[in-house]
């Protein structure tokens, strides 16, 4: 069965913000066609603007036929969606703070996302990494409640060993559980690496998990 789908992502947003810095037109515009498998292709075309916070709005749209050129029931893709974007850098390390919202016309669905991480240097042989992000999605004509769910992540790494230590917790409110992981990642060479990770150390029963990463660039 051919399927022939195509996404338009417009995007439109207007502030009265001033700039932080001088904009280029050629970081304005998005544009960005692919072609994601046989005679199925998504072209993604929109418009950010580089204030502040960078800015950038838009919508998803599709539509999917079969070889005969009818319609395909359920292919049709109407999403709006919004993101802003701080990041903030300097000599010691960054920041990034981020706010998205998608919603689905047509379906009744949606998503808001807010995020902050920050790296620095803690000390002469260790740095730092925060991640912090909340997540409430909801629909409306699906079986599928509203639900949120607040996680935070920790990491300490230790540059001139390339060895790192990090922790992580996750809170579900449609789960009523809080899941915890706490990982080790060392460097063995440039393009090879152990990864040692224990899932929910508090639990009957934990999940451990070793692996052992190579990769080829090219």
């Known amino acids: ?7 338009i992502f417009l995007g439109v947003l207007a502030g009265a913000v001033p700039l932080s810095h001088k904009a280029h037109a050629g970081d304005l515009v998005i544009w960005s066609p692919v072609k994601v498998a046989p005679r199925t292709y998504q072209t993604t075309i929109g418009f950010r603007l580089p204030m502040a916070w960078e800015m950038s709005a838009g919508a998803d749209i599709g539509l999917g036929g079969a070889a005969g050129g009818t319609i395909l029931t359920g292919s049709e893709l109407a999403t709006l969606w919004g993101r802003m974007v701080e990041d903030r850098r300097n000599f010691a390390g960054n920041s990034r703070r981020e706010v998205a919202v998608r919603v689905d016309a047509l379906r009744g669905s949606g998503m808001m996302y807010l995020g902050r991480s920050r790296n620095w240097i803690f000390s002469k042989d260790i740095d730092m990494q925060m991640v912090r992000s909340l997540n409430v999605s909801y629909a409306t004509t699906q079986t599928a ?64 998990n070793v692996r052992v990463d190579y990769r080829i660039k090219w």
């Open 1 to 7: 069965m051919r399927f022939i789908s195509t996404g």
């Open 145 to 208: 409640s509203t639900s949120i769910t607040a996680s935070q992540a920790v990491t300490m790494i230790f540059p001139w060993t390339g060895t790192s230590i990090s922790a992580r917790g996750e809170v579900n409110d449609t789960k009523d559980a809080f899941s915890s992981r706490f990982a080790f990642n060392q460097a063995i060479a440039p393009n090879l690496s152990l990864t040692a990770s224990l899932t929910d150390p508090l639990t009957l029963t934990p999940a451990g």
